[in-house]
């Protein structure tokens, strides 16, 4: 016997709910590691990755607005984890660098990240792993296209972006 849809939306809440409340470290000013929030990890990881990067391309690769951007990258900076640049061809245009001591941060965080992953992948049964990313990806990828149109979101106007961010482990 196959459940009814108001089963399946219970489910649905319930786990929307666990896992914004397990992924909510995250997206709090709270410290991950070496005095750095999980966001402020993440525009130091696009950095020592990417090299070079516009601050206006920080925006999508955190998914926040630009005022919440211009907020994480001050502190980097500040902590000269991070600098900024101003483009040649137009000075409006701000690049950011990550700093030699930037690169040192970078790798104790992700060396603690790095043990953050583990325990999380020994929770998760080696042959079932690959499946549970995959999957969850699906189900990501079904929030953010169905968050944009839902009637009741009054901010239904604005598009979440289709693709998933290269930070995802998929």
């Known amino acids: 016997m196959s459940e009814t849809p108001v089963?399946?939306?219970?489910?649905?809440l319930f786990l929307i709910a666990?896992?914004?409340?397990?992924?909510?470290?995250?997206?709090?000013?709270?410290?991950?590691c070496e005095g750095v929030t999980f966001s402020q990890f993440l525009i130091l990881d696009a950095l020592?990755?990417?090299?070079?990067?516009?601050?206006?391309?920080?925006?999508?690769?955190?998914?926040?607005e630009k005022s919440t951007t211009t907020r994480l990258v001050r502190?980097?900076?500040?902590?000269?984890?991070?600098?900024?640049?101003?483009?040649?061809?137009?000075?409006?245009?701000?690049?950011?660098?990550?700093?030699?001591?930037?690169k040192e941060t970078h790798q104790r965080v992700w060396d603690c990240f790095?043990?953050?992953a583990g325990t999380i992948r020994g929770k998760i049964p080696e042959n079932d792993r690959n499946d549970v990313y995959r999957t969850?990806?699906?189900?990501?990828?079904?929030?953010?296209?169905?968050?944009s149109v839902c009637s009741c979101n009054p901010n239904n106007s604005r598009k979440l972006k289709n693709e998933r961010s290269e930070f995802?482990?998929?």
């Open 7 to 12: 089963k399946h939306n219970r489910k649905l």
């Open 18 to 32: 666990e896992l914004c409340q397990a992924a909510r470290f995250c997206r709090q000013d709270s410290v991950f």
């Open 48 to 64: 020592a990755t990417q090299g070079r990067l516009k601050m206006t391309d920080l925006h999508s690769v955190l998914a926040v």
């Open 75 to 102: 502190p980097l900076i500040e902590r000269e984890l991070v600098r900024r640049e101003k483009a040649d061809h137009d000075l409006r245009a701000t690049y950011l660098l990550i700093t030699a001591a930037g």
């Open 114 to 116: 790095t043990e953050f």
């Open 136 to 147: 969850l990806g699906i189900f990501l990828d079904a929030i953010r296209d169905t968050s």
């Open 168 to 170: 995802n482990i998929i």
